[in-house]
């Protein structure tokens, strides 16, 4: 049986880790952290994400925990709607919705998929030899046919591979991230915009409100009470933000400032080694899809390296594993993730829009698209969610995926 090591067990790593499993690998996934605790409160989990999830026999334990309902768009900090659809619209465009849940819920619902024999907590990666496929630990060596880096946005791995690329960049914004108890009351699914600055509100299961906002800083910056920050940059915007704000205990308030590749990598592979997630396109959180890539990594990697090693080529400057190979997944990969981080990064851009003549004019061509065209916002992300895994689960076993 094929042996694959995966560094790191956030989804990413652990998508990729279930998809090999499917395939038919002997999958070890080596998590330096003690214990699982994710970073971040919620996410979405797009159609996209939902059908390569399809072909992990996940989606629709996930479609089941939460949907997103009624309206949703972009409004201003005096409430009033810039653009807007409905889920039932975005149900008919693509015969699926987008699911919000809880990270730490995703996570849990990998391990268990994953098998309890894994993943394997406190251990770190000293090393990788991407030629050989040994994986240097602090508790010893691992020898793979496959090593799937998923080691985050300050990957080690990504950097001993590609030592020349620039890595990471600040975006300009810091972000803070909640969840709130919630009374039961409909909410719809929201962002505000203002003046550099953003705040979403999604109501997910169990009356738990997953909140997110950002704001022009400078990087690195700190604050003493995040609660209180928070309430002095958004509290006089519209309701709920100011009573999500009052209700939230300030230890389950995250900041982070947020960073991103303004280059893309060449390749997503080097050797036996291949990149997942953000390790291999961190991108900025604007159009909610860096989890949903990195299960669309995993899924065609899978694919791409199907039910075992083929051969080695040359001195390990490539590696072809599977019918279809490394060089097959970076290629699959590259262009989509690069446009997604572009069109991602132009969305960040015009978040951090702060001259109140340009915010005017952002406002305006906002609405006056969104009258000229009610589908405005699906139109807008057809090309990301219209995407399909391939036609077969990873060496044919498993569910078909859903086209």
């Not at 039932?88 to 309890?116: C, H, I, K, P």
């Not at 505000?192 to 169990?206: E, I, K, N, P, V």
């Not at 572009?342 to 960040?348: L, N």
Request: overall charge neutral.
């Amino acid at each position: 049986m094929p042996a694959a090591v995966v560094i790191g067990a956030g989804i990413g790593g652990l998508s990729a880790g279930i998809a090999l499993r499917r395939a038919g690998w002997d999958v070890t996934v080596l998590e330096r952290a003690a214990r699982l605790e994710p970073v971040g409160s919620g996410l979405g989990i797009a159609v996209n994400a939902l059908r390569a999830l399809d072909t992990l026999g996940l989606g629709d334990r996930v479609r089941a925990l939460s949907r997103v309902q009624g309206r949703v768009g972009v409004r201003r900090p005096d409430g009033r709607w810039l653009a807007h659809t409905t889920v039932d619209r975005a149900q008919e465009e693509f015969d699926d919705s987008v699911v919000l849940l809880a990270r730490a819920t995703l996570v849990d619902l990998l391990v268990e998929a994953l098998g309890a024999d894994a993943p394997r907590l406190g251990v770190t990666v000293t090393g990788v030899d991407a030629a050989t496929g040994v994986v240097r630990t602090d508790t010893g060596e691992h020898a793979a046919d496959l090593v799937v880096a998923a080691d985050g946005i300050r990957s080690a791995t990504r950097r001993a591979l590609f030592p020349g690329h620039p890595g990471p960049v600040y975006a300009g914004v810091t972000a803070w991230r909640g969840l709130v108890p919630w009374d039961g009351r409909p909410l719809p699914s929201t962002e505000t915009w203002g003046r550099g600055r953003l705040f979403g509100a999604h109501l997910l299961a169990d009356d738990v409100v997953y909140f997110y906002a950002t704001d022009l800083a400078p990087e690195g910056a700190a604050h003493g009470d995040e609660r209180e920050e928070l309430l002095r940059r958004f509290g006089g915007w519209h309701e709920p933000i100011p009573s999500l704000l009052a209700a939230v205990r300030p230890e389950r308030i995250v900041r982070s400032d947020v960073h991103a590749f303004a280059t893309p990598l060449p390749a997503f592979h080097r050797g036996r080694v291949a990149l997942v997630g953000d390790a291999a396109h961190p991108m900025t959180p604007n159009l909610g899809q860096g989890a949903c890539q990195a299960i669309e990594d995993a899924v065609v990697l899978a694919h791409a390296v199907g039910d075992g090693p083929a051969h080695a080529v040359g001195d390990g400057a490539d590696s072809v594993v599977g019918g279809s190979g490394l060089a097959a997944y970076s290629a699959a990969r590259l262009e989509r993730t690069s446009t997604i981080m572009r069109r991602s990064t132009a969305v960040c851009r015009a978040t951090k829009l702060h001259n109140p003549v340009a915010v005017s004019l952002r406002e305006a061509g906002m609405a006056l698209a969104s009258r000229l065209s009610s589908d405005l916002m699906l139109r807008s992300m057809r090309e990301v969610l219209e995407w399909t895994p391939p036609r077969r689960a990873a060496s044919g076993r498993g569910p078909a995926a859903r086209a």
